[in-house]
């Protein structure tokens, strides 16, 4: 089976600083997806990966970055954590566009 | 602009009855639909899908029903149990080379299942 991991849990931030999250997958995928989900509003993709170092923008990636440096991991940068960046984070991955996503277990964020 | 709409926040049902939770769509390039279900503290599992060539498809206690002139789809589970109490997601996918995949969402549905 394969597995996609988020590093953290849950993560308390402060206002103002740099926020890493962090997703490996182990099965060679080729593309990773960061979402955020919160109620009333479903999943929302923030940043997507179809190569390493490729990258382009989901639907709200305002206050975010992401890395790409090697296949099996994709990171998520908050650059100046806010309030609002408060959320369930989720990465995923799939193989090709063929396939459907493979989920992580989630990051609970509180950013105070 | 939500391209994928989840209208019922929440569904109650007793067990051994029909749960149905809807879906519709606005987007016409979406050629490929999915659901997911998602139990709290875990990420979604994929649960069933449907081309768009196809207007039904089942799995065991669960089909999806697709009408693509209404852009409606639905999710029904027969018979309902205790265990499928969980959030739903319905999600679709465009077509073509460069979507990579990626999936739109709706805001989901909280199933709950009643002994």
């Known amino acids: 089976d394969v597995k996609v991991t988020q590093s953290s849990r849950y993560l308390v931030k402060r206002t103002g600083e740099k926020v890493f999250l962090e997703c490996v997958q182990d099965m060679d995928h080729e593309n990773m997806f960061w979402y955020r989900q919160d109620p009333g509003l479903g999943l929302r993709l923030i940043y997507f990966?179809?190569?390493?170092?490729?990258?382009e923008k989901g639907d709200i990636p305002e206050g975010y970055s992401v890395s790409r440096e090697k296949k099996e991991r994709f990171s998520l940068i908050l650059e100046s954590a806010s309030t609002n960046q408060t959320s369930m984070y989720l990465c995923?991955?799939?193989?090709?566009?063929?396939?459907?996503?493979?989920f992580g277990s989630g990051t609970r964020l509180t950013v105070v | 602009d939500q391209q994928v709409k989840q209208n019922s926040p929440s569904l109650s049902v007793q067990e051994g009855r029909i749960s149905i939770l809807n879906c519709d769509y606005t987007n016409s390039m979406f050629d490929y639909f999915l659901w997911y279900k998602k139990y709290p503290a875990e990420g979604p599992t994929f649960l069933i899908s449907?081309?768009?060539?196809?207007d039904k498809n089942e799995d065991g206690r669960f089909t999806v029903f697709l009408n693509k002139s209404a852009k409606h789809l639905s999710l029904h589970i027969v018979p309902s149990q205790p265990g499928d109490s969980a959030v739903y997601f319905c999600a679709a996918q465009a077509g073509g080379g460069t979507s990579y995949g990626k999936l739109t969402f709706g805001q989901g549905t909280i199933l709950t299942v009643h002994p």
């Open positions: 990966s179809y190569d390493v170092k490729m990258k």
């Open positions: 995923a991955s799939n193989l090709d566009s063929n396939y459907g996503y493979t």
């Open positions: 449907i081309s768009s060539i196809k």
